[in-house]
């Protein structure tokens, strides 16, 4: 795991796919939360580097993969026996190797703090990678322990299983819905049994997702170094192959999608919404906005003291309001998916001629959407929206209800920037 540095008040980028725009909603929290602690204009601030997550030491095969084994490879209850204690080995060998580098990681984080030194955090990073390739190959080794025991029919199933794997791994998406996981979708359902004709689609779609994770991969991982050169270097060469990588991503986003809407039409009432629902949660981050306005309204229908005709009249505001998101929210998901598909890269950006370098006197300009930008003037439309429906709340109740009406939803103000860094 590289070592990732979160600064305010640097420009310092973070190793990996995205640089800085690889984790703009992480940014923004931490960003928004040093700036208020800064405290005058002498370029004070806050660093924060973080170096691994508690799940980095922990088992890297889960339970709900070792039940992909059970499953495909038909396992009888004496091996399932076997393998499981296999697992708990291979579970106990990395807790106890695991902790030592946790341990080692948390006297770097203490002897660099007291020594007020971001420097001696560095060795600490060799630590880390160190160990993500140690806990790999423990993990090789406990699936070459379970090949070991099976017999031909299974060993026959064993590239199900890497397919399967592949699936709930999934990851490296930049698109809505690309890592969608369908086959996790329709098993949340819980149908008991299985309809055939689901069951059909559910293995055509593994086979078609699966060849399309494989391809994303080889051609990332090919052609990665080699974008960025030709950014540099041959701009309108590096537009074609981010083309290229786009296609494969649309591809994926699209037989997720399709998936799910052709399995949707297999199903009846309540399984068939709740199917469509968890589709409708994919675009849940760019269009389910909280805001003051809702925040505000679902408060004051829960005081104490307001009257029938009050609490009347805000249910009917809150009717109002809620029709008019439902029909924003469609406009958004559209507008939100072509901005996916348009955007690059910004450094390709310039080297095309489509936007200006940035201006180092204007840190924020990176955050900003160009001015007219359909999703900036969605979001606007929004704030107008919710602003007016906070001026009929206050025009409904009184100042002594007013006075007990949330102010704020938060203290700090979070900015993500969806712009991609690399293929």
Known sequence: MAWKGFAMGTATGMGGRGGWRCAGRMIGVLVAVCMLGTRDAHGQGSMAFSFASSQTFEATLTQAELNVFIRVLKLKPDEV?????????????????GA???EQMYEAIDESEMYVDPGKLQPMQKEIEAWN?????????????IKAFLNREQEGRWPIVERELRRMRMSGG????????VVKLVSGLKLEPMPK?????????????DRLLLQRKAFIEENE????????NDPAAAEIMFKDALRIRIAMRDLNERTVQQIAELLE????????AELDKQDAEQVDLKTRGQAQIEAALKLEDITPKEKEAVEELKSAYESQVAAWKKQMREANRRYEEEMMPYKLAVGLGREKPQDDSDYYSQWRLPEGHPVQK??????????EARRKLHTILGADLRAKLPLGRQEYAVFNDRRPGGL
Do not use: C, I, N
């Not at 026996?81 to 106890?96: D, I, K, N, P, Q």
């Not at 930049?174 to 996981?181: A, F, K, N, P, W």
């Open 378 to 387: 969605l979001r606007m439309q929004r704030y107008e929206m919710d602003k």
């Open 269 to 276: 009432g309540e399984k068939r919404a709740q199917l469509l």
């Open 225 to 232: 170094g080699k974008f960025h050169e030709l950014v540099k």
């Open 197 to 209: 004709d689901v069951e059909e689609s559910l293995d055509r779609y593994s086979l078609d997702l």
């Open 133 to 145: 390739k140690r806990s790999e190959k423990l993990r090789d080794g406990l699936l070459e322990d």
């Open 100 to 102: 030592k580098v946790r």
């Open 81 to 97: 026996e076997v393998m499981e204690s296999l697992y708990e080995g291979y579970a106990e060998t990395v807790r106890r190797e």
């Open 174 to 181: 930049r698109l809505t819905g690309e890592d969608l996981d």
